[in-house]
């Protein structure tokens, strides 16, 4: 692959200006290629964001890629009637999601403001937090009232009160004693019943058994989204600069999925390379073919930084950029599965016998074979697809102090990594040197190596070698003649 070394455990801080002045990045370890970022977690990390005053970076649901489904039936559940009144169910969170749309079933018999809610709590009987919230009008009729969009996430490991509140008297629907219900992200705890309008901004842990039906629509998928959170006022530049080690690299890639809101194309839209750490930027791509529609693109780095005469370095910046003044949908953009990968590659990490970099042996006589015990340490790196490469070569060679080959052995492995996979495998091979060879020299050297052939193209191949160095110590001491002392 690409790099004569690699810096590990870089910690560097990144200087960039936005339109509220100059922004500092924080230090953090800068990866290797392959570096991949699809905010399931919904974190950002390793991304790190910047905006401008009225900028907004969220991570959201993939609104287009959306599923609903039904807690409690909706047709044959007990009634019950009032105003102001507050009726949800307690989720516990297994998997991290987001919240598009709910939806409660009422009947109204004049027009009544409905306000949707989503309480978040650490622990399932603490105090609950209003993190969302959304007010519609619902006039008469026996229905499902839609909250329209609320699009929340829900962390893993978190407690969720979702459920509305309304202030004219409406019918609404339970059960009893239907808990836990599984959901597609976890399961109910318990339902919540609360008589007040409007919603409070926090509430406690609740052990009822009623289950008041809901319709959740979710997005299982998440993204970042770039837009401005004041409606045509300031324009607002945001980006996302994902910091990453590419010193020595001769092939880079770069893959992401990417649509827009409607954003009007500026200079200051696209995605940008920084081979300074943040100094300077260079526009790659300006991304005005993005439509609402999800598309994917596929860039080169390394032939463009080579094509502006920039050669990438330990503190190179992808940045994704995006400048507007409305919010999401009228404005922004969004940004998934952004991958940074090289071609695939093996590479010897460490070459080490009993632990050591170095061997110091003292062998007697030429009847039993001479053998070094060696551990050597192999990273393969995938790129943007598996790699299968049915018969990998490890060897080892000794070369004496002159330089010249003194014995070989290998031995043939079948060898695979996954797309976007980076695994260090440790292998313990035995150099093995015949009884009958003498060595005569002090000093030797010995010579690990991997080797794919054509599985990895040659052009790009890393350092797949590792050496240590081994001392023969031949036989120093004293030797003594009656009482006469002689040294050897």
């Known amino acids: ?54 900028g907004r970076i969220t991570v959201v649901g993939d609104t287009a890629n959306v599923a609903t ?37 009422l009947g109204r018999s004049q027009q009544t403001a409905v306000t949707f809610v989503v309480y978040e709590s650490s622990t399932s009987g603490g105090t609950y937090s ?9 006039s ?31 019918t609404y629907r339970y059960y009893g004693s ?35 039906p809901q319709q959740l629509t979710l ?36 893959s992401f999925r990417y649509r827009d809101g409607g954003d009007e194309q500026d200079p200051e839209d696209g995605v940008f390379l920084s081979t300074d750490g943040g100094s300077s930027y260079y526009l790659i791509d300006g991304l005005s073919d993005s439509t609402l529609t999800w598309k994917t693109k596929t860039l080169d780095i390394a032939a463009f930084a080579a094509s502006e005469g920039l050669t990438l370095s330990g503190s190179s910046v992808i940045r994704f950029q995006q400048k507007d003044n409305y919010g999401w949908p009228t404005d922004g953009r969004e940004f998934d599965d952004i991958k940074l990968y090289s071609l695939p590659d093996l590479e010897a990490v460490s070459l080490e016998s009993g632990g050591s970099t170095s061997v110091t042996r003292l062998w007697k ?27 990998v070569r490890f060897g080892r060679y000794l070369y004496n102090s002159g330089g010249t080959l003194q014995l070989n052995a290998y031995d043939t492995l079948p060898w695979s990594i996954g797309a976007m996979e980076i695994r260090t495998d440790t292998l313990t091979p035995v150099l093995t ?46 030797l003594w003649f009656d009482d006469i002392e002689t040294d050897i």
Not at 140 to 169: C, F, R
Request: proline share 5%; hydrophobic share 35%; aromatic share 8%.
């Open 1 to 54: 692959m690409k790099k004569n070394q690699r810096l590990r455990g870089v910690r560097i801080i990144i200087w960039a200006m936005g339109l509220g002045g100059l922004a500092v990045m924080p230090a953090f370890s800068v990866p290797v290629p392959p570096v991949a970022v699809d905010f399931e977690s919904g974190s950002l990390n390793p991304i790190i964001p910047l905006s401008g005053t009225e």
């Open 69 to 105: 489904e039904l807690i409690g039936d909706q047709n044959n559940a007990a009634g019950g009637t009032g105003g102001n009144r507050m009726r949800g169910n307690y989720y516990q969170c297994d998997e991290t999601v987001a919240l598009y749309k709910q939806s409660m079933h």
């Open 130 to 138: 209003l993190i969302a919230s959304n007010v519609v009008s619902a």
């Open 140 to 170: 008469t009729g026996t229905n499902l009232v839609q909250s329209g969009e609320i699009n929340t996430l829900l962390h893993a490991g978190k407690y969720y009160m979702i459920g509305a509140a309304w202030d004219q008297s409406s």
């Open 178 to 212: 239907p808990h836990p219900v599984t959901t597609s992200f976890g399961q109910t705890l318990s339902g919540y019943g609360n008589n007040v309008y409007p919603a409070p901004q926090t509430t406690s842990g609740s052990t009822s058994t009623l289950l008041y």
């Open 219 to 254: 997005a299982d998928n998440l993204v970042a989204r770039l837009d401005d959170w004041v409606d045509a006022s300031l324009s607002s530049i945001n980006s996302l600069n994902l910091v990453a080690d590419l010193g020595g690299y001769s092939d880079v890639f770069l």
């Open 365 to 391: 006589g030429f009847t039993v074979d001479k053998q070094i015990s060696l551990e050597f340490e192999v990273q393969s790196r995938g790129g943007n697809t598996s790699l299968s490469a049915p018969s």
């Open 433 to 478: 040197i015949p009884a009958s060879t003498h060595l005569p020299d002090l000093n030797y050297t010995v010579r690990a190596f991997a080797d794919a052939y054509g599985a990895i193209t040659e052009e790009f191949e890393n350092n797949n070698d590792d050496t240590i160095s081994v001392t023969v110590n031949h036989y120093s001491g004293t």
